[in-house]
């Protein structure tokens, strides 16, 4: 019997988390398959991996012991499809590029137009993703390069800045600071809204973009408590007064979402925007577009 990987992924979650609850709720699915995949994989296993009641859940003996061999299980089926749709991709001579909002200056259709002059015969597909993943697809293999903003946790990627954007905060516009050219986070704790930071596993990434460090600065012991996925929920969010959310400043200028207001927010480092690839993909053809976005955004800085 060989283990199903989704499986042991499923059971490495709820472990993580001791919590059905929460754990499928990361995983996109209900709270009773979830516990239905987990009883299926210890009938598999033919073991007991973990010890739940009404109130709490917690890991057995052998749960605890097969963490670490279900980790490098895991790890080692997302390493071959990495490796899988890389080399599909090498033969199809297609180029996937991973982004979660759109950059200033329209940047994107600028770097693929500059692409195309350079590599007219590979096919550049783009790819959309939510911020579940901060990678937009880099750590699972769906894409070849991303598009990001810094900064992000984890080994196997390399980044080349390519910019700088102010961070600012997104506030309905009724909001009571929406009305100031400029705030604090000193301002934006004592206000008291919950501030919308998007799930990862990633921590780096929620404490620049929660400003935790600032927040704790200040005495704000507040968690955000707001996990929207995808930018427009973060704009239906915000416009609904449910929470607050640091972002940069050219959001704004790029989506122009109605009901938000963007106020900046004094010292606070600015938002580095980077192209980023796998360490282990030598290819001229990431290469080249690695280039094209350095030197699209060098000549729109200028």
């Not at 991709?89 to 982004?99: A, D, P, W």
């Not at 506030?171 to 501030?195: F, I, K, M, N, Q």
């Not at 012991?221 to 050219?250: C, D, N």
């Amino acid at each position: 019997m060989v283990a199903d990987l989704r499986l042991l992924r499923y059971f490495l979650t709820v472990a993580r988390t001791l919590h059905f609850g929460r754990a499928a709720e990361e995983l996109f699915i209900s709270q009773p398959a979830l516990s239905q995949q987990v009883r299926k994989l210890e009938s598999d296993l033919g073991v007991r991996l973990l010890e739940r009641d009404h109130r709490s859940v917690s890991l057995t003996d052998a749960g605890s012991a097969l963490i670490a061999p279900a980790q490098a299980a895991v790890a080692a089926g997302e390493e071959f499809v990495r490796h899988a749709r890389s080399a599909s991709r090498q033969v199809l001579r297609e180029l996937v590029v991973g982004y979660h909002t759109r950059w200033p200056g329209n940047a994107l259709p600028t770097v693929i137009r500059a692409y195309a002059e350079v590599r007219p015969d590979v096919q550049v597909r783009l790819e959309q993703h939510t911020f579940a993943d901060t990678s937009a697809g880099l750590r699972t293999g769906s894409t070849d390069v991303a598009l990001l903003h810094l900064p992000i946790s984890g080994a196997g990627l390399q980044t080349r800045t390519v910019g700088t954007e102010p961070r600012v905060v997104m506030l309905a516009d009724d909001h009571p600071l929406s009305s100031l050219t400029s705030v604090t986070v000193a301002d934006l704790v004592e206000a008291g809204t919950p501030w919308a930071v998007p799930p990862d596993d990633d921590p780096e990434w929620r404490d620049f973009w929660s400003a935790a460090l600032e927040r704790a600065a200040v005495g704000g012991t507040q968690v955000p408590t707001v996990q929207p996925l995808t930018q427009e929920s973060l704009f239906q969010v915000v416009a609904g007064g449910g929470a607050l959310v640091l972002t940069y400043a050219a959001v704004e200028e790029v989506y122009r979402p109605p009901g938000v207001r963007f106020v900046p927010v004094a010292g606070l480092e600015p938002a580095t925007l980077a192209v980023a690839w796998r360490s282990d993909d030598n290819r001229a053809d990431v290469a080249h577009f690695v280039g094209a976005v350095s030197e699209v955004m060098r000549t729109t800085s200028t």
